[in-house]
Every structure is written in structure tokens, then in C-alpha cells.
T-cell receptor, first 113, second 114 residues
Framework: KAGVTQTPRYLIKTRGQQVTLSCSPI?????VSWYQQTPGQGLQFLFE???????NKGNFPGRFSGRQFSNSRSEMNVSTLELGDSALYLC????????????FGAGSRLTVL | GQQLNQSPQSMFIQEGEDVSMNCTSS?????WLWYKQDPGEGPVLLIA?????ELTSNGRLTAQFGITRKDSFLNISASIPSDVGIYFC??????????????FGKGTLLTVNP
């Protein structure tokens, strides 16, 4: 059974640009959650999608958005990038919505210059 | 606010030593989870606890769900070099309706000296 796949693994952007990150959950999992990980703040919850609907949202500005497709794959987008957006973005999937046991991908490392 | 306080922030130990780390919450939890993150990877679930007072082992790892439901600890016995990594506690904070957010502690960075 394939795990959670995130692409790209690494990317470098400049301030003001936008970025789209992709996540393919474990087959059969319908819930996808996104987290931002930075050394100072740890893992911060961004949002959760279940059956193409955003079920939960963290305390991030509107520049951070996401969506989920009918095959449960999810994307997150960050517009007008700032230096502070440099982080490891982690995607996790679960069989059901809510705070369940999550299986994480390896993450997408974003560096904003 | 929703807070998980995890301690210690970091530990530097010798191979063979035992390790203990703990987590406290500002809210009562129905679930406590412990994850480990290796460098360059996402967190991996080590132990899940579902009942107050529950003590669960996974090899050299033992975790307990505190009786108050607001705390948990993780012990690692006879540490080995591959135990190096960041250990996170996690629990579900209620966020309205039928929704919960799985919230993580800031992590304990473990270094094992061979």
C-alpha cells in the first residue's frame, strides 16, 4: 500500500511569487490535512479536507488556501509569498475526518528568498 | 487557548540510557498520540492511547495516558543511536461542531551519543 506522496519535495521561490503543493493520500483515505512546520513554531495546522470539503481551518492568513479533488488528492496554494513562509509543508491522510491517527508524507520543503 | 506543553525541548544522552519526556494539555483529551520524526521525513506514529490511565508499550517504548486526561508521557528504554530524532505528542482540540484539530507539541529533540 503506497504511503502519502507529496510533490515537489524541494522548491525555491522568491518573495511575491505563489506556489502550489500537491499531496496524494493513501489509497482509500478521504481526509487530507496540511501542516506547516518551522523550527520556532513546530507543526501548525493549516486545514483539513474531507470529500472535497474543507472541514477545518487553522489560524493562517487567506494567502494560504487548499482544495481537494474527487480522487482525494489535495493541493495547497500560497500566494504572495513572504520570507516567513519558508517551512516544511506536511500533508497527512486519514480514513475518516476529525482528529484521528494521521499518516504523514515526507513533506515539501519551501524556501522563499 | 489550545496549548500542548512538551518537555524537555531537547535531550542529549548516552547510548543505553533511558529517556523520559512528557506532555501536558490545557484541555482534556480522549486521545493521546506520540510521533517520531527522522531528519528529512514526516512524523511517524509510535503509540496511540485512547483511555485514561492506559499504559501501552511498543518495543522499547512505553507511553501512558494520564489519569487526569490532560497529560501523557513517553519513555524509551536502553536508547540506541537510531532513536535520534524529534518526538512529538499530539492530541485533538475541539474546534466546533463535530470538528477536532490534531494539535502537536513543539517536540523533544533527542540526540544519542554512541
Amino acid at each position: 500500500k503506497a504511503g502519502v506522496t507529496q510533490t515537489p519535495r524541494y522548491l525555491i521561490k522568491t518573495r511575491g511569487q505563489q506556489v502550489t503543493l500537491s499531496c496524494s493520500p493513501i489509497s482509500g483515505h478521504r481526509s487530507v490535512s496540511w501542516y506547516q512546520q518551522t523550527p520556532g513554531q513546530g507543526l501548525q495546522f493549516l486545514f483539513e479536507y474531507f470529500s472535497e470539503t474543507q472541514r477545518n481551518k487553522g489560524n493562517f492568513p487567506g494567502r494560504f488556501s487548499g482544495r481537494q479533488f474527487s480522487n482525494s488528492r489535495s493541493e495547497m496554494n500560497v500566494s504572495t509569498l513572504e520570507l516567513g513562509d519558508s517551512a516544511l509543508y506536511l500533508c497527512a491522510s486519514s480514513g475518516i475526518t476529525g482528529a484521528n491517527v494521521l499518516t504523514f508524507g515526507a513533506g515539501s520543503r519551501l524556501t522563499v528568498l | 487557548g489550545q496549548q500542548l506543553n512538551q518537555s524537555p525541548q531537547s535531550m542529549f544522552i548516552q547510548e543505553g540510557e533511558d529517556v523520559s519526556m512528557n506532555c501536558t494539555s490545557s484541555s482534556i483529551f480522549n486521545t493521546w498520540l506520540w510521533y517520531k520524526q527522522d531528519p528529512g521525513e514526516g512524523p511517524v506514529l509510535l503509540i496511540a492511547l485512547y483511555k485514561a490511565g492506559e499504559l501501552t508499550s511498543n518495543g522499547r517504548l512505553t507511553a501512558q495516558f494520564g489519569i487526569t486526561r490532560k497529560d501523557s508521557f513517553l519513555n524509551i528504554s536502553a536508547s540506541i543511536p537510531s532513536d535520534v530524532g524529534i518526538y512529538f505528542c499530539a492530541g485533538p482540540f475541539y474546534s466546533g461542531g463535530s470538528n477536532y484539530k490534531l494539535t502537536f507539541g513543539k517536540g523533544t529533540l533527542l540526540t544519542v551519543n554512541p
